[in-house]
């Protein structure tokens, strides 16, 4: 069980994107645009996403964050960090919102976990992680359990609501990646939400079938959600969409 996926959600289509607001689909439209722009400027110069998170980082073990010390934003509360450690994958991004960057309203869920959550300044929720190839390109998203991020655990809905929250609006490590990986969460909210609600769906279903154990920290069920994705294939659907 430990590292499959308990669900694997249908990814959204063209007639997903065609329901979308006009509004929505102007954002993922301009992120798309984004994305590929920022890989343009990197293959320009022979680099790829995952190269620039590494460079000047010395030896690249698993288990270890990359760059150290993760990436934060001071104003938005925005944070991310790259390592690896998964079957099938260079690496994947995990990405968060701090509790200072979170809309009001939203709170951790309430559960009798048996292991400590951080709170206060230290509170933090982990919204998508997104998984690399050795070209350093994405090829999926993915929801994991809580004791593989150490988070607070917030229902989908609150996630969903702090997706707009996540942007990283500095240079370090690297201004592409930067932008990157905060247009990623725009060009695939449909896909995110998507997961969000399906890791929900599987965390209630181990609840109901362990009523005694606290499933969250179980290490056997690593990931909740997954789910492909191609970016180029996404940019084209959502081009289609927003020009009809």
């Avoid at 606290?214 to 056997?220: C, F, H, Y």
Wanted: hydrophobic share 40%.
């Amino acid at each position: 069980m430990r590292g499959k996926a308990q669900v694997a959600p249908r990814a959204p289509d063209a007639a997903d994107y065609a329901r979308l607001p006009r509004a929505q689909l102007a954002a993922m439209h301009a992120a798309g645009c984004e994305i590929l722009e920022c890989y343009r400027v990197l293959r320009k110069g022979g680099l790829n996403i995952v190269g620039e998170v590494l460079r000047g980082q010395g030896t690249f073990y698993e288990m270890e964050h990359y760059p150290q010390n993760d990436v934060f934003d001071a104003e938005s509360h925005a944070q991310y960090y790259y390592h690896a450690h998964r079957a099938g994958e260079h690496g994947h991004f995990h990405t968060f919102l701090r509790r200072g960057g979170m809309p009001g309203g939203v709170a951790p869920l309430d559960y009798p976990h048996h292991e400590p959550w951080p709170e206060g300044d230290d509170q933090l929720a982990h919204l998508i992680a997104i998984s690399m190839d050795d070209y350093g390109y994405p090829t999926g998203l993915f929801a994991p359990n809580r004791w593989v991020v150490d988070d607070a655990w917030f229902g989908a809905g609150d996630l969903i609501r702090m997706l707009d929250g996540f942007r990283i609006d500095h240079a370090f490590p690297s201004w592409p990646v930067n932008r990157w990986i905060g247009a990623m969460v725009v060009l695939f909210r449909p896909h995110i939400e998507a997961l969000l609600l399906g890791r929900d769906r599987a965390f209630a279903d181990l609840r109901r079938a362990l009523p005694d154990e606290d499933v969250l920290e179980r290490r056997d069920i690593e990931v909740y959600a997954s789910m492909p994705i191609a970016v180029e294939q996404t940019v084209a659907a959502v081009r289609l969409a927003f020009e009809s």
